[in-house]
């Protein structure tokens, strides 16, 4: 089973940016459908980006226009970068297969405070 490990997380003031990195285990990291989540506290997990195995990127409504997902197949590492960053955006932030869903990281905590 494929294992991720995120990082990149941190505290940025509103309006800041971040780029986190998702490193994959395994030998099938090009052949997934990719996405990143994030979860705040009391809320549930949402999808907020998606990659397909080919690169063509899809984003939440929340997010689109702010957040650039990119992949690197070669290198089993997935990246989100982040502009723009509001509050609301506080989140953990974790990376998975679209599907078949695997087991998840410990995420990476983001905090967008003034």
């Known amino acids: 089973q494929v294992q991720f490990v995120e990082s990149g997380g941190g505290l940025v003031q509103p309006g800041g940016s971040l780029t986190l990195s998702c490193a994959a285990s395994?030998?099938?990291?090009?052949?997934?459908?990719m996405g990143w989540f994030r979860q705040a506290p009391g809320k549930q997990r949402e999808m907020v980006a998606s990659?397909?195995?080919?690169?063509?990127?899809n984003y939440a409504n929340s997010v689109k226009g702010r957040f650039t997902i990119s992949r690197d197949n070669a290198k089993n590492t997935m990246y989100l970068q982040m502009n723009s960053l509001k509050p609301e955006d506080t989140a953990v932030y974790y990376c998975?297969?679209?599907?078949?869903?695997?087991?998840w990281g410990q995420g990476t905590q983001v905090t967008v405070s003034s």
């Open positions: 998975n297969n679209v599907f078949p869903r695997s087991s």
């Open positions: 990659i397909s195995r080919g690169g063509s990127p």
């Open positions: 395994g030998n099938t990291f090009s052949i997934y459908a």
